[in-house]
């Protein structure tokens, strides 16, 4: 039987794919990041020497998780950090609601992070009466339409300046036809109070960097440099994968997402954070929190093909790619990742059998391996993962059984000649029919096969 998970994604991505507003909202998008990205990436002197070095440390680091985590922790906690281990979100949630009860603490203002969205950290807070403030536009924008986000780079790509400035208009009274920058400005204007005022700044982080134990941020609003200097206390939720080897490593991946993401030389603010703040300084945290979480990842690890998908650095490139993407939208994927890299690791991570349908949403036309900076071979990924989903029996048992009718039937011509095109015809629109899908029309056979007419027609070549 098709999961709950699997059929909710096809009936919502039928809607989606004729959502005729939403086609035109993700062209008008992706066609100015597609322009702006290939001047970007025409900036490297050698683009593919840098993908490949790319793809080489990711290789190296996921390869001894083992050595660099621990070493990123040490190095971190010597200057006064602490690191948590988190397994899954539950364990996430509850250590970072024992940092808040601690500290008797009443607000948060979060820098965008898919972390967090993975342990549903928002949702997580509000129920425990924690006020929760997004300070990112995109994702400040999603979470007053009570969103999730559309998009890992771009949260809310799926709506017009339009869409927006009826939202702005109907929660805080602004002109319906107010410009991009007036509706910035009165973002700003809301969010400014907030972050003096909040306990806690809650980030996730671009990269970690074993040998120095420091985060790297990368955003272009500043506003994770506001999260992470007024409060009181940092943490930050990131992945495991997260990790490289060095500072000096920095020099190819910024330029690497930022080029990718979208289509800058280097993203406006790239922070580096090495701890709470020292005796002699002016400014950050007096406490920071590293909380290191798996929840699944472990389990793309344990994939010897597969694991590749943990050198991700979040670009965004191949959704923005993806030609199934650009039809069904971020929304239908129902994970914190979607588009190729989402439909790669997402079966690993939340269950094979609730998610691999995901690994069949591809045309597999290969354009996300193309454009992944760090070489990631997303498309034969996830010919890996339908190929595990096989082998582990996780397919329908009518589609196994008619795979396995339909081999023996192609398996012998006298088979195959055996019933005419009437009977065929029967069995596809018996069989077919629904999986075909109601907008397709089902082909029909003609009555004799390829072999009887090329027979007769040898038999009787004037005819
Ligand atoms: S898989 Fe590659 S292209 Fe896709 S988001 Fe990750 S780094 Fe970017």
Redesign the pocket.
């Known amino acids: 039987m098709a999961s709950k998970q699997a059929k909710e994604f096809l009936k919502e991505s039928d809607e989606k794919a004729f959502d005729l507003n939403h086609r035109k909202i993700i062209n008008y998008n992706i066609d100015k990041y597609n322009t702006a990205v290939k001047v970007g990436i025409s900036r490297f002197n050698n683009l593919e020497n840098s993908k490949r070095k790319g793809y080489s440390l990711k290789w190296k680091v996921i390869e001894n998780l083992d050595k660099v985590l621990p070493e990123f922790e040490s190095n971190f906690q010597c200057k006064g950090g602490k690191v948590i281990w988190a397994e899954t979100a539950e364990e996430a949630q509850d250590e970072i609601w024992k940092i808040i009860s601690r500290n008797n603490a009443k607000s948060v203002i979060k820098s965008k992070s898919m972390a967090t969205e993975e342990i549903n950290l928002n949702e997580f807070l509000e129920k425990k009466g924690i006020e929760t403030l997004e300070s990112d536009l995109g994702e400040y924008i999603v979470q007053l339409l009570g969103q999730k986000p559309y998009h890992?780079v771009t949260p809310a790509m799926h709506l017009s300046l339009e869409d927006i400035a009826k939202l702005f208009h109907e929660k805080f009274g602004t002109p319906l036809n107010a410009t991009a920058e007036q509706l910035t400005l009165k973002a700003r204007e809301l969010l400014r109070d907030k972050y003096l005022k909040a306990d806690i700044g809650i980030t996730g982080a671009n990269f970690i960097i074993s040998d120095t134990g420091s985060i790297a941020l990368t955003e272009n609003e500043g506003n994770a440099r506001l999260s992470t200097t007024f409060p009181k206390i940092h943490i930050v939720v990131v992945g495991i994968e997260k990790v490289i080897p060095s500072l000096t490593d920095l020099d190819l991946f910024w330029p690497l997402l930022s080029t990718?993401g979208t289509g800058q030389n280097l993203t406006v603010y790239n922070t580096i954070l090495n701890g709470p703040r020292q005796e002699n300084e002016t400014d950050g945290p007096e406490e920071m929190y590293v909380v290191l979480l798996d929840n699944g990842r472990t389990n793309v690890l344990a994939q010897k093909e597969q694991r590749q998908g943990l050198y991700?650095?979040?670009?965004?490139?191949?959704?923005n790619a993806c030609p199934i993407y650009k039809n069904i939208g971020g929304h239908t994927y129902n994970s914190t990742y979607s588009?190729?890299?989402g439909s790669l690791i997402t079966p690993h991570m939340k269950g094979m059998e609730a998610f691999k349908h995901l690994s069949d949403a591809s045309s597999l036309c290969g354009k996300?391996t193309e454009?992944?900076?760090?070489k990631?071979d997303?498309h034969n990924m996830l010919l890996a993962n339908r190929r595990d989903a096989v082998k582990n029996r996780l397919s329908p048992e009518m589609e196994r059984l008619g795979w396995k009718v339909y081999t023996s039937a192609v398996s012998k011509r006298s088979y195959l000649d055996f019933f005419g095109g009437k009977f065929k015809n029967f069995i596809l629109s018996t069989f077919m029919k629904k999986p075909w899908g109601k907008r397709r029309k089902l082909p029909t056979l003609s009555e004799k096969s390829f072999s009887k007419q090329w027979k007769e027609k040898q038999n009787n070549p004037l005819e």
């Open positions: 890992i990718h991700c650095i979040r670009c965004g490139a191949c959704l588009g190729p890299i996300c454009v992944c900076p760090v990631i997303i």
